[in-house]
């Protein structure tokens, strides 16, 4: 590449009917300040495209940390959303489970005391029964002893004070025990005088 230096020494050959050398001297010299000038604006240009290049690669470096970071950023989110999804399903199965067991508890405890409701009230219906046949065939002896069509002899005999005290005890369910009255009478005095009045 030709320098302005190289156009203002540049030296003609002379011949008889050459250009005038003042002028020749005076184009070379414009021509170099020219071409001088124009260097110095390619150096500025060359200088700023070097330096826009060099700011486009960082600025690309940048994009290409600033890309890999949201892609990562994007993944460690895709994996927390997945692993706070998993958490709440196995929460959500965990807490499915033990209402289930509650509830299973709650219908066994229901049924439970269901069956014990029923079996007082079948005891309670057996009892009822039981007294009032109790009360009824008493009813009937004392209607008998007001009658006195009975004997005095039966007011005494062991077997009918055996069967009374038998129904009293089928009726209240009475067992002999440590607690038992001595006679083998449950449930205090009151049965002991209904037996005895028998």
Do not use: C
Not at 96 to 110: F, N, P, Q
Request: hydrophobic share 35%; net charge negative.
């Amino acid at each position: 590449m030709i320098t302005p230096i190289e156009i203002r020494r540049q030296v003609f050959r002379k011949s008889l009917r050459g250009y005038d050398p003042d002028e020749v001297r005076g184009f070379l010299n414009s021509l170099s300040e020219e071409w001088e000038q124009q260097q110095s604006a390619y150096r500025a240009l060359k200088e700023a495209h070097d330096r826009m290049e060099a700011n486009y690669n960082s600025l690309k470096e940048v994009e290409q940390m600033l890309h890999k970071t949201l892609l990562q950023a994007e993944q460690s989110s895709k994996n927390t959303m997945e692993n706070a999804r998993q958490k709440a399903e196995l929460k959500l199965r965990e807490a499915d489970g033990k209402a289930r067991e509650l509830v299973r508890r709650g219908i066994d405890e229901r049924n439970r005391v269901e069956g014990e409701i029923a079996e007082l009230n079948d005891r309670r219906e057996e009892i009822l029964l039981q007294l009032t046949l109790f009360l009824k065939s008493q009813l009937d002896r004392l209607k008998s002893f007001e009658r006195k069509d009975l004997p005095a002899a039966l007011l005494t005999e062991k077997p009918m004070r055996d069967s009374a005290k038998e129904a009293l005890d089928n009726l209240f369910g009475a067992k002999n025990t440590e607690d038992d009255d001595p006679n083998g009478h449950v449930g205090g005095s009151f049965f002991d005088d209904i037996v005895n009045e028998l």
